[in-house]
């Protein structure tokens, strides 16, 4: 492949993501107009998103004239639009599950998933103060560890004198918690 069509190639994805922001731009996920915080925020922004749009229906031509002129091969109407990643998603280096363990493995106390996911807010920046969101890094433990690594983990019973309530907590099996020999 030459230098040329390999530019195309690069170009070719850049004009897909530009659809797909202008697609998220002009159809938002249904979750965002469906909840009212979320609505009036977004409703509150539409001067914004308005003025992106035309950014990109102004750029998506000359965009394709070099992509054209690069490789005249190319049939862009055949390009799929790559919608961005939802905010607050950032890439953990070993996914949620995987990032949970790593935090159950260092912790030096059983931890329950809210708790866990706390520890994952502070350490990767994210916006945990919608309960939706909380709930999708909640979901995603528990099923990890009921599941997946239940082998590798110890699961405390979840009415203890310390620990009042219904919580379940978490340890590394191969460390016992305090307090325990």
Do not use: C
């Not at 190319?74 to 919608?83: A, E, F, G, M, T």
């Not at 919608?130 to 983990?153: H, K, M, P």
């Amino acid at each position: 492949m030459d230098e040329d069509a390999k530019l195309a190639l690069r170009l070719t994805k850049v004009y897909a993501k530009l659809l797909g922001e202008r697609e998220r731009l002009v159809k938002p996920p249904k979750y965002i107009t469906r909840l009212i915080p979320e609505r009036r925020a977004y409703e509150a922004a539409q001067a914004d998103r308005d003025q992106r749009v035309v950014e990109i229906d102004n750029a998506l031509p000359h965009l394709a004239y070099v992509i054209q002129m690069l490789d005249p091969l190319v049939d862009l109407n055949k390009v799929k639009p790559i919608r961005p990643r939802a905010l607050n998603r950032v890439e953990m280096p070993n996914g949620i599950s995987g990032t949970a363990m790593d935090i159950v493995r260092e912790a030096d106390r059983p931890l329950a998933p809210s708790e866990i996911v706390d520890i994952m807010g502070e350490q990767f920046g994210l916006d945990l103060s919608s309960v939706r969101e909380r709930q999708r890094y909640y979901d995603a433990i528990n099923q990890a560890f009921a599941g997946t690594f239940r082998d590798d983990l110890i699961e405390h019973p979840s009415h203890l004198p310390d620990n009042p309530g219904w919580r379940r907590r978490w340890s590394w099996r191969h460390r016992l918690p305090h307090g325990e020999s």
